[in-house]
């Protein structure tokens, strides 16, 4: 419990050591006995016994002195331990006890009583004031841990906008005030207490659960679960998503993935889908589930496009800072995904083009890859920002890639030194390579040393070629072994996740496989041969379902969770069909399974559900970040369908203005920060200067889905045998 005054003798004081300054930490004279620890050489927190009572050493403790079923006002005078609550709350000003002697009982009386006028003349004024400052000033905003460290986090004394009244915090039963300035109750049994001040917008007090550590403490990835959700269909449209009737139903036939849809709709419906289909109400109700993160994919074209692209460009990273700032409002962390790249690393339309692969293979294959290490880092430059790495704690640099291994392997070490050489050792996100349709147990061993490195891996059930009709109670032993999978590789491998899952036990839903590709399981897919075993109706009919089949699914849901235990279910929502009125494939939906009871309404439930005979009890660490990347050579050996030598494909130089992401705050309409917050500038690392990839001049180019295209060896004389072999320079590590 933290005190004020001096610290007892054998009490470690927290100025004495060397504090975590990726949390928040305090600035009066408080202080906690710390346990008696050798001089570590360095603080961030790499793997803890599950029965600490603090996040790090030096993290903040839990805000235990306001009331999580409502909002609380506090006012604030000029003294760091003093605070007199409007409401209520704790004295916490001290002074000497002593009994005084008689010849002076006299005089403190009449001070004493001096002293209490002075105090009702005072609240008489100050009340009223605070009631038309709380009136005048209708923020969503924060509570007793104002101000900003140097990471974004709380731990300061709060701003006071338009007058000496702090802004506003709350939990469950709390009004909040949105962006077009309504409110709505927030809903959130378990203790999470969301956090937003006008004047302090970086403030990253949020709190999603009391379970899960506040954005301004350490996560402790190994012993804290990520529990989370996708939000696809969001930034990154699916069909089977369709969300609101004109999106894909209404340019029928032609519309298959984003590079038709886009010509088709215009920047205006694209943007109107943006601000409709999540909003912060999504984000409020996600930390109301119980759950701590997102996964949210993002397309490349939310960077920069080439002109030869129809994508409409950049509208998309506009509403990535809401959801940032959205996540930070509510406590959620990020796990920001890279979903598209250019010319696609998978044939799915959720690569941006579905069809061909023309990353890292054809004839585009390696200039492609080129161009998106570069947007990797300009988005690893901007989330490694102080004021956006504590909620962005976690970066994927590329979705699903169904590449050689050799080649993969060389783009993802490239892709590691990049988002390092923006990060710093020891900073930045967690980096999440996906095991690109390998398998995990292919990846033991890859990049010892990394810094912070994880692996993702998407279990599907619902995508055999041979479907079944039995229910979904029986198939729970699938999730089961998949936990035993991934508990080997949290020993073999580090942090292992599963970045997508579902609860489909068959791919019976609309569009699911894509457009018009039809379902294996009624015997309509038209990606090959299968045998139909029955009518999709009874799976996706949910008004329907039973009580059994609810119970049923939910039992399949929560050894899903059980199982994978780190993980982030796809998705979070799914729209209703614009032909029906209903949402069409139930099963991947997690919203419409918590309204309908085959959720849980706590993940927490979940516990046991597999018996886990085999559990993972270590603690996940990290390595040093010195890592030998030359057995991974770049550009790789080859490249698989270009029909040449890597020296003779299509290339970038990097020579080109670096597109600069910017940062943004969205303040509640009416509110009047009375103080500019920093949003950054975008670039982490100012000794980072290289150029952008851009086109060699005399150059004539393949479009970037070359499709078969093959060019003339060598491809240009204008360009020298190799202009850029090595994209970025590897990060300066510490010894």
């Known amino acids: 419990m933290s005190q004020s005054g001096p610290a007892p003798d054998g009490a470690t004081k927290y100025n004495s050591i060397p504090l975590d300054d990726s949390v928040s930490t305090p600035v009066t004279a408080s202080y906690t006995s710390l346990p008696n620890v050798p001089a570590p050489t360095q603080y961030r927190f790499l793997g803890q016994d599950s029965n600490s009572g603090r996040n790090s050493i030096a993290s903040s403790g839990y805000q235990t002195n306001y009331d999580n079923s409502s909002a609380q006002f506090l006012y604030h005078d000029s003294h760091p331990n003093h605070e007199d609550s409007l409401g209520y709350g704790e004295f916490n000003e001290k002074g000497n006890v002593a009994t005084p002697g008689a010849a002076r009982k006299k005089r403190n009386l009449i001070i004493g009583i001096v002293v209490v006028a002075i105090v009702i003349i005072a609240v008489a004024v100050a009340v009223p004031l605070a009631i038309l400052n709380k009136n005048k000033d209708s923020s969503s905003g924060s509570s007793q841990s104002g101000g900003n460290d140097a990471h974004g986090g709380g731990g300061g004394e709060p701003s006071k906008p338009g007058g000496a009244l702090a802004a506003v915090t709350g939990g469950d039963g709390s009004d909040v005030t949105l962006e077009d300035g309504t409110k709505f109750k927030y809903s959130n049994p378990h203790g999470g207490s969301w956090y937003y001040d006008v004047n302090d917008p970086f403030n990253n007090n949020a709190r999603p659960q009391s379970w899960s550590p506040a954005l301004n403490e350490t996560f402790r990835y190994g012993i804290d679960k990520i529990r989370g959700v996708n939000l696809g269909g969001w930034l990154v449209l699916e069909p089977f998503m369709h969300v609101t009737p004109f999106m894909f139903h209404k340019y029928q036939p032609d519309a298959v993935d984003e590079y038709t849809l886009h010509p088709a709709m215009g920047a205006d419906q694209l943007e109107d889908h943006y601000k409709t289909f999540i909003t912060e109400k999504d984000f409020a109700e996600i930390a109301g589930a119980g759950l701590n993160y997102v996964r949210l994919p993002l397309p490349y074209w939310a960077v920069e496009t080439h002109t030869s692209e129809p994508y409409i460009p950049k509208v998309a990273w506009k509403y990535f800072l809401k959801a940032v700032?959205?996540?930070?409002?509510?406590?959620?962390?990020?796990?920001?995904?890279?979903?598209?790249?250019?010319?696609?690393?998978?044939?799915?339309?959720?690569?941006?083009?579905?069809?061909?692969?023309?990353?890292?293979?054809?004839?585009?294959?390696?200039?492609?890859?080129?161009?998106?290490?570069?947007?990797?880092?300009?988005?690893?430059?901007?989330?490694?920002?102080?004021?956006?790495?504590?909620?962005?704690?976690?970066?994927?640099?590329?979705?699903?890639?169904?590449?050689?291994?050799?080649?993969?392997?060389?783009?993802?070490?490239?892709?590691?030194?990049?988002?390092?050489?923006?990060?710093?050792?020891?900073?930045?996100?967690?980096?999440?390579?996906?095991?690109?349709?390998?398998?995990?147990?292919?990846?033991?061993?890859?990049?010892?040393?990394?810094?912070?490195?994880?692996?993702?891996?998407?279990?599907?059930?619902?995508?055999?070629?041979?479907?079944?009709?039995?229910?979904?109670?029986?198939?729970?032993?699938?999730?089961?072994?998949?936990?035993?999978?991934?508990?080997?590789?949290?020993?073999?491998?580090?942090?292992?996740?599963?970045?997508?899952?579902?609860?489909?036990?068959?791919?019976?839903?609309?569009?699911?496989?894509?457009?018009?590709?039809?379902?294996?399981?009624?015997?309509?897919?038209?990606?090959?041969?299968?045998?139909?075993?029955?009518?999709?109706?009874?799976?996706?009919?949910?008004?329907?379902?039973?009580?059994?089949?609810?119970?049923?699914?939910?039992?399949f849901a929560m050894a899903s969770m059980d199982g994978l235990q780190n993980w982030f279910f796809w998705t979070w929502k799914i729209g209703a069909s614009s032909k029906s009125g209903k949402v069409e494939t139930p099963a991947w939906s997690y919203q419409l399974g918590l309204e309908n009871g085959w959720i849980p309404k706590d993940p927490r439930e979940a516990a046991g559900a597999c018996g886990n005979p085999a559990p993972f009890t270590g603690s996940i660490s990290s390595g040093s970040g010195e890592v030998d990347v030359t057995k991974y050579p770049w550009p790789p050996a080859a490249i698989d369908g270009a029909g040449a030598a890597v020296t003779d494909l299509p290339r970038y130089t990097p020579t080109g203005a670096i597109p600069t992401l910017s940062g943004a705050t969205f303040p509640p309409s009416g509110a009047k920060p009375t103080k500019t917050a920093s949003v950054g500038n975008g670039w982490a690392n100012p000794d980072d200067k290289a150029g952008y990839m851009t086109e060699i001049g005399g150059c004539t180019y393949p479009d970037a889905w070359a499709n078969g295209a093959t060019v003339p060896t060598p491809w240009c004389t204008a360009a020298g045998k190799r202009d850029q072999v090595d994209l970025i320079p590897g990060p300066t590590l510490a010894p």
């Open 325 to 555: 700032q959205w996540a930070r409002k509510y406590g959620i962390r990020i796990n920001l995904d890279l979903h598209t790249v250019p010319g696609s690393q998978n044939i799915w339309n959720h690569s941006g083009r579905r069809g061909n692969v023309n990353f890292l293979r054809g004839t585009m294959g390696y200039a492609n890859a080129q161009r998106t290490l570069d947007i990797i880092r300009v988005i690893a430059e901007f989330i490694s920002q102080p004021e956006y790495r504590d909620v962005v704690t976690m970066f994927s640099p590329i979705n699903e890639p169904t590449i050689d291994k050799p080649s993969i392997s060389s783009f993802y070490a490239q892709a590691y030194k990049v988002i390092r050489e923006a990060s710093g050792p020891g900073e930045g996100p967690w980096i999440s390579f996906h095991d690109a349709m390998l398998g995990k147990p292919e990846w033991v061993g890859f990049l010892p040393g990394a810094d912070r490195m994880a692996l993702d891996s998407h279990p599907y059930a619902a995508f055999d070629d041979t479907q079944t009709d039995v229910p979904w109670d029986t198939r729970t032993g699938t999730p089961c072994q998949w936990g035993r999978e991934f508990n080997q590789s949290m020993a073999d491998f580090g942090l292992s996740l599963a970045g997508e899952w579902s609860n489909a036990i068959n791919d019976c839903g609309l569009w699911l496989n894509g457009i018009p590709e039809g379902t294996r399981y009624d015997g309509t897919y038209a990606g090959g041969q299968v045998t139909a075993v029955g009518s999709c109706d009874k799976w996706t009919d949910w008004q329907n379902f039973s009580d059994d089949t609810k119970s049923q699914l939910k039992k």
